[in-house]
């Protein structure tokens, strides 16, 4: 064996070195090589997390995609259907806009537009005179905007018809139901006059009221009326005026007409009456008309007057009095020289 502290030679199994005394027993403990600390290692950034490259596509498709199922949905759908309900209303085709909006149901505001439409209905049936039609339509609405309103319309103007076709009891009821709207009053009054007050219109042909007086110039007037106005009063005072003053140029052109005439059987002409008398046609008619006494075509006559049983008598101030009868708007009072005149209340 070798001492391992002094290299001597020594035998085997020698408990110390017989040179150095080193104990034997066990080899000597080397000491540990001494290693410089090692240095911390140097934090690593972890790894970029690699991308979903991926997954932008597919949501932009799938937007898309739902972008385009609802733009289907409204072109082939409900969308289209209610453009097309509103281009019929814009035509006026408001029947079958109607049907196209009552068929979506509850979409946007098809329900309203559906009132629109048969408001509309009545509005035109109003318009063309279909009065029954428009009231039924507009009753069928109820409270929506002013249908109320449009049915007393109708209702109005059914009386209106009633009466114009002589139905007075008819119209007289409808009046009556309406109340205070508009001059329903007024119209009831004329349907079921309790008295003959009011007001009373008549016309004469201008011939019967001045014949005596014009002579043959009567029968160059033609349809030339006068206009009879009769006031009656409730406190049985009455009023009968005749303006004839309107009715001068009538009478200048009717004796013009006249006297050209009777030159032309004479063989003449107004030049040659102007040349021989040295005076115009137009001078010679204005001395004839100042010569007729047409006053009666220009005043007011007022008196009383007494009505019993449907029938009138009007007592002037001057002249006989005038008698007739009355029933609803028509009035007929008889005068000596003119004869049957028959005035309508207005």
């Known amino acids: ?30 000491a540990a090589p001494a290693y410089a600390a090692a240095p911390s290692p140097a934090p690593v950034s972890p790894a970029p997390k690699k991308k979903n490259r991926w997954l932008l596509p597919v949501i932009l498709a799938v937007v898309l995609l739902a972008a385009a199922a609802v733009f289907l949905l409204w072109f082939f759908g409900d969308g289209r259907a209610y453009n097309q309900a509103q281009a019929l209303y814009e035509k006026g085709e408001y029947t079958q806009a109607e049907n196209a909006f009552r068929s979506l149901g509850d979409y946007k ?21 279909n009065y029954a039609l428009a009231k039924a339509q507009f009753e069928s609405l109820g409270a929506y905007k002013d249908s109320a309103e449009q049915v007393k319309a109708c209702r109005y103007q059914l009386a209106l018809q009633a009466f114009d076709k002589g139905d007075t009891e008819a119209a007289a009821e409808a009046f009556e139901a309406l109340g205070d709207y508009k001059d329903s009053a007024d119209w009831l009054l004329k349907c079921r006059p309790s008295t003959p007050a009011g007001t009373w219109y008549a016309q004469i042909n201008l011939a019967e009221v001045a014949g005596d007086e014009l002579g043959e110039l009567a029968a160059y007037l033609g349809d030339a009326n006068v206009d009879l106005i009769l006031e009656l009063k409730d406190d049985n005072s009455f009023t009968l005026q005749m303006d004839g003053t309107a009715l001068l140029p009538v009478l200048k052109d009717a004796f013009r007409a006249y006297l050209n005439d009777m030159l032309s059987s004479m063989g003449m002409t107004a030049d040659d009456y102007e040349a021989a008398a040295g005076q115009s046609l137009d001078v010679l008619i204005d001395e004839a008309l100042a010569e007729l006494d047409i006053s009666d075509l220009n005043k007011s006559v007022t008196g009383t007057y007494t009505e019993a049983d449907g029938s009138l008598t009007l007592s002037p101030l001057l ?19 003119i004869g049957l005149i028959r005035f309508t209340r207005r």
């Open 1 to 30: 064996m070798i001492c391992p502290n002094c290299g001597k030679q020594l035998p085997d199994f020698s408990r110390f070195c017989d040179d150095c005394g080193a104990p034997l027993g066990a080899a000597p403990q080397a």
């Open 109 to 129: 505001d098809s329900a309203d537009r559906v009132n629109d439409c048969r408001y509309r209905q009545a509005l035109a049936a109003y318009d063309k005179g």
């Open 319 to 337: 002249g006989t009095p005038l008698r007739g009868s009355w029933e609803g708007d028509s009035l007929t009072l008889n005068d000596d020289d």
